[in-house]
């Protein structure tokens, strides 16, 4: 079992950055590749970055290549998201994945998942 607890949102203006980070608990965090989806009022669950267990390979939706990076800390058992250079249409609650596989962007393959922090971007 792993425990998930994301924080770092808020509300920030068209341009502006955040930070957000998941902290995990519970079984070996560096056994799981991770993953933030987000999900905007009235729309499904999207991807938006994984990374793989290791750190060493990154991915992430074309809508924020360029503006988000993900980065993981094994040691500190913590995943997160930078988020720069934010736009109105990044206005989601974001949710952080933990994943049994070495890479993954479907949600359906992610087996555990924290509670989303409320991201809004104002223009």
């Known amino acids: 079992q792993v425990q998930l607890v994301e924080s770092g949102g808020g509300l920030v203006q068209a341009g502006g950055s955040l930070r957000l980070s998941c902290a995990a608990s519970?079984?070996?965090?560096?056994?799981?590749?991770m993953g933030w989806f987000r999900q905007a009022p009235g729309k499904e669950r999207e991807f938006v970055a994984a990374?793989?267990?290791?750190?060493?390979?990154?991915y992430s939706v074309d809508s924020v290549k360029g503006r988000f990076t993900i980065s993981r800390d094994n040691v500190k058992n913590t995943v997160y998201l930078q988020m720069n250079s934010l736009k109105p249409e990044d206005t989601a609650v974001y949710y952080c994945a933990a994943s049994s596989r070495s890479r993954s962007t479907r949600s359906n393959e992610y087996d555990y998942w924290g509670q989303g922090t409320q991201v809004t971007v104002s223009s």
């Open positions: 519970g079984r070996a965090f560096s056994n799981y590749a």
């Open positions: 990374i793989r267990w290791t750190g060493g390979s990154t």
